[in-house]
């Protein structure tokens, strides 16, 4: 069933009169329309900007570190390495960041659909042979709530790490670079 047919199907299954679980309708529908927004917002991202930003950020760090080898900064002079160094790190997982979000995403579409389907059939058991009774539904509902709940926020998480991550990054590489050739070019004290 696409997604523009939900709905309709919605309102077809009202229309049925009560189904056991049709309570929890309401709330699923609730939540397939959350995961679909978030899910919007996510394929919206510049997601193909991640990897290569992560590569320039990490050989950036590399000239750096090479650089101030053997050199002690105090934590005032260390802040533009930091920064970058926190900018490696919120880019260094968003593409498996990107796929899990988008496999959960496809599960948790397919897991409420199925519910829906299974409260609107009328179904007895589960593909699993389990039967479907009252109880079964409320704790299969609220394990999927829960989810597209956990999802919608980790999706936000998601877009808040990539988003910071390529915020301002050619001027924090910059800052960084001009920080490592002023410190390393400082006349070391002779030894007594």
């Given at each position: 069933m696409t997604l523009r047919c939900w709905p309709l199907f919605f309102l077809l299954l009202a229309a049925c009169g009560p189904q056991p679980g049709a309570e929890h309708l309401p709330k699923l529908k609730a939540a397939l329309m959350a995961v679909d927004s978030a899910a919007l917002r996510f394929d919206a991202a510049d997601h193909s900007a991640a990897?290569?930003?992560h590569a320039r950020v990490d050989s950036t760090l590399a000239i750096i570190e090479a650089r101030m080898h053997g050199w002690v900064v105090n934590l005032?002079?260390?802040k533009p390495f930091s920064l970058l160094d926190?900018?490696?790190r919120m880019l260094k997982r968003q593409p498996g960041r990107e796929r899990r979000i988008q496999q959960e995403i496809d599960r948790t579409r397919r897991q409420i659909g199925h519910l829906v389907d299974a409260i609107a059939d009328g179904a007895k058991v589960d593909?699993?042979?389990t039967p479907i009774d009252p109880a079964y539904l409320d704790s299969a509902v609220e394990d999927e709530l829960r989810i597209a709940g956990h999802l919608v926020e980790e999706v936000d998480i998601a877009l808040n790490f990539l988003e910071r991550g390529l915020r301002d990054?050619?001027?924090v590489i910059r800052r960084a670079d001009s920080a490592s050739i002023a410190l390393s070019s400082?006349?070391?004290s002779?030894?007594?």
């Open positions: 990897v290569p930003a005032e002079q260390g926190e900018r490696r593909a699993e042979g990054l050619d001027g400082i006349p070391t002779p030894a007594p």
